[in-house]
T-cell receptor
């Protein structure tokens, strides 16, 4: 069975500082990997995804994540955060061979950016 | 705005009751997914429909059922409600049925069982 572990439930950081949100997964098959963001009182939005190809994927707002197969990790990073990045971030995994679209989510990491 | 609509936004009901949550997918999307978000269980996949057919099933209780109608909207029915069913229920939609397709999430329905 697949599972996702987000190692930090809360990450406080000052504005303009770098941040890393850690995600490890467990799976016996090849997977797709995703990061979703949830702003207060809103639904989830896809931030970035790894399907194949380059192991480094980037979002339009400066986040990046690197797929590391040997470490079974997909950590999310941003070199300089803004107040507006305050949100909850979810890492998710899906079975590449699955005909359906079931996503398995981690428990979430609450990123709090302070001025 | 993701284009996915969910009604109602909030629902308060008593134990033992039955409720129906409704979801309209983005225009053109054929897949609908239901997820439950609670403090103790986190975000859990419940069920997926693709073009009216059940495609994948997760940790959905027998007291819960869902369907996708010919116009592609979906309903999640929760019956014999318990306090532990209190949660945020999200609907998502995607154009295809596989997980490589981006899932767009609605704003959710917050269910409170008293």
């Amino acid at each position: 069975a697949q599972s996702v572990t987000q190692l930090d439930s809360q990450v406080p950081v000052f504005e303009e500082a770098p941040v890393e949100l850690r995600c490890n997964y467990s799976s016996s098959v090849s997977v797709y990997l995703f990061w979703y963001v949830q702003y207060p009182n809103q639904g989830l939005q896809l931030l970035l995804k790894y399907l194949s190809g380059s192991t480094l994927v980037e979002s339009i707002n400066g986040f990046e994540a690197e797929f590391n197969k040997s470490q079974t990790s997909f950590h999310l990073r941003k070199p300089s955060v803004h107040i507006s990045d305050t949100a909850e971030y979810f890492c998710a995994v899906s079975d590449m061979d699955n005909q359906g679209g079931k996503l398995i989510f981690g428990q979430g990491t609450e990123l709090s950016v302070k001025p | 705005d993701s284009g996915v609509t969910q009604t109602p936004k909030h629902l308060i009901t008593a134990t033992g009751q039955r409720v129906t949550l409704r979801c309209s997918p983005r225009s053109g999307d054929l897949s609908v997914y239901w997820y439950q978000q609670s403090l103790d269980q986190g975000l859990q996949f419940l069920i997926q429909y693709y073009n009216g057919e059940e495609r994948a099933k997760g940790n959905i209780l027998e007291r819960f059922s869902a369907q996708q109608f010919p116009d592609l909207h979906s309903e999640l029915n929760l019956s014999s409600l318990e306090l532990g069913d209190s949660a945020l229920y999200f609907c998502a939609s995607s154009i295809g049925q596989g997980s490589s397709y981006e899932q767009y999430f609605g704003p959710g329905t917050r269910l409170t069982v008293t």
